[in-house]
């Protein structure tokens, strides 16, 4: 019993730890080329290090399910895991992965590199979302005596308070209008332009995508919605920002005779009237230009004007006027080219312009002035290995304006150095130079939440219909030159491709967040292929316009 007593105590082991299995570190294969028209990427051997180009630290990310991030490990070869999910690395260090974003309670990409004996390790914090709030506060019981509204309530302005538009911005010009549309907040269309000066009803406000708006008339039957920093500053209360101080008479504005004059470049329809100047919209369809007049009288039934001498021209018409309202139809013996609305000596000119003459459709572009408007500054995309968008297509605008010089264009180019230039006075230089098209060159890139590996490719994006033929074939041209995905020709409210003057595009050639598009964008020979197809999509354009419709 003695000795049992001094034995070593022989109770139950503690459990072996378990342990914990870290997968290898192997190289994820890299994905077939965008393009066979890509060039190889070029191998770089550096130092192991991780940079990431996006997202930034502590960035909110807008999206909750996957989302992209990419950057550079300084070295091809290496092999890289991001949350423990394997992530490509291309030749060039570059490094592009679609991933689950962070959970809530781990809010950050863990990233761990490594390449032969070297080792890398990154962490990145992020900012996630919260959850979309499910809680139907219309039901949830509050203070009755002093309800709290949401920021996004109409607030409705009751009696008559007339305003007047156009409070001074960045742009002075006849582009500097006030834009309206048909309801607030970002995303919107751009429907409306209207003149400075032009006075409206206020009938409500609303706070929309963080700005301040306010609800207008046009006339009895039409709203519309305007930032409320376009209204003059006399239109609000020093004392009390949310009151609105204006006329509570309506202007009154009296059409007298409409006129039509000719000229060789463009024609003038001309509409003289009374007051302030009028709220309109301008639409087109593929062979007439109607301006629709809101918020006037007396306008005389317009029969129809020919002049059947004018190659352009045919006739011009009127709708039978309503209460408030007149629409002029211009009918055109080939599609609207370009126009220009102007308030001057109390009439509003609606100038029409005339198609360029092209003599020989084999050189369709001699003679021409059009302007390439490299992208950027201020803002764009930066690739992986850090491709600012802003100087490669500067790059690429460069050969732009040098294949157009040899088939004797003269060259507006909207910026040649690195200096950012306002997105409103690149449309007002190409009108200024009296241009016959405008070419906005830039390189894509995607908000969060869109797969790039599956969604990239080459997109034209215009804003007026007038725009459309040449974005046709501007597209064609860049599918054939640079290969890629067929993203489409889109409608887009681009500040750049506002301008009425001429037909102006927006070209998005390739993506510069995808890293094999972002190495080819470096090499001479892919911007060659992006400058040829803008100038072989110039030349189908304009020659067909030698051809009769």
Known sequence: MAGASCSPGTGPSAPAPVPVIVPPLVPAPIPPPSSPKLPPVPEVRGPLQISVTYPKPEQLLTVRDSNFIFGSVGTGGAALRINGVSVPVWPNGAFMGWLPVPPDSAPHYELLARNGTESARLVLPVKIPPLPDTTHRDKVLGDTLQPVLPLDTLVPVSGNVFVTLGAPGPVDDTDRVTIARPAPGNGQEYKWFLFPGTVVRITGEQKASGDDFVRIQLDSTQEAWVLRNELRAQATSPASPSTFIGDSLAPV???????????????????????????????ETDRTISLLLYGVMGAPVVSMMTEPTDPY????????????????TINLNRAPFGYLALWQNGALTLRVR?????????????????????????????????????????QVGFRVRDLLAQRGVNVVMTRTTPDPVDLGARAII?????????????LNAFPDGVNPFVNNGSLTLYFWPQSI????????????????????????????????????????????????????????????????????????????????P
């Not at 059409?255 to 639409?283: C, H, K, N, Y």
């Not at 018409?317 to 007149?326: A, D, K, L, N």
């Not at 009296?434 to 830039?442: C, D, E, L, P, R």
């Open 253 to 283: 504005r009296r059409i007298g005779a409409l006129r039509v004059e000719p000229s060789q470049e463009w024609i003038d329809v001309i509409v003289p009237m009374t007051g302030p100047p009028p709220p309109f919209l301008v639409e």
């Open 313 to 328: 021209f045919n006739s011009i018409s009127s709708s039978t006027p309503e209460q408030s309202r007149v629409r002029y």
């Open 354 to 394: 005339r198609p360029p003459m092209i003599a020989d459709a084999a050189s369709p572009l001699r003679g021409l002035t059009i302007t390439i408007d490299p992208g950027h500054p201020p803002a764009g995309a930066t690739g992986p290995t850090l491709f600012y968008e802003g100087d490669a297509v500067l």
């Open 430 to 442: 190409s009108r200024r130079a009296n241009a016959h098209a405008f070419v906005s060159i830039h």
């Open 469 to 548: 033929p040449l974005g046709v074939a501007t597209q064609a041209a860049l599918l054939a030159e640079l290969g890629l995905r067929d993203n489409g020709i889109k409608f887009q409210n681009i500040a750049v491709a506002r301008g009425t003057w001429m037909p102006s595009i927006l070209t998005e050639g390739a993506f510069i967040i995808m890293p094999d598009q972002e190495a080819a964008l470096r090499t001479p020979t892919y911007q060659e292929a992006y400058a040829t197809a803008i100038v072989r999509g110039l030349e189908t354009y304009f020659a067909s316009l030698a051809r009769k």
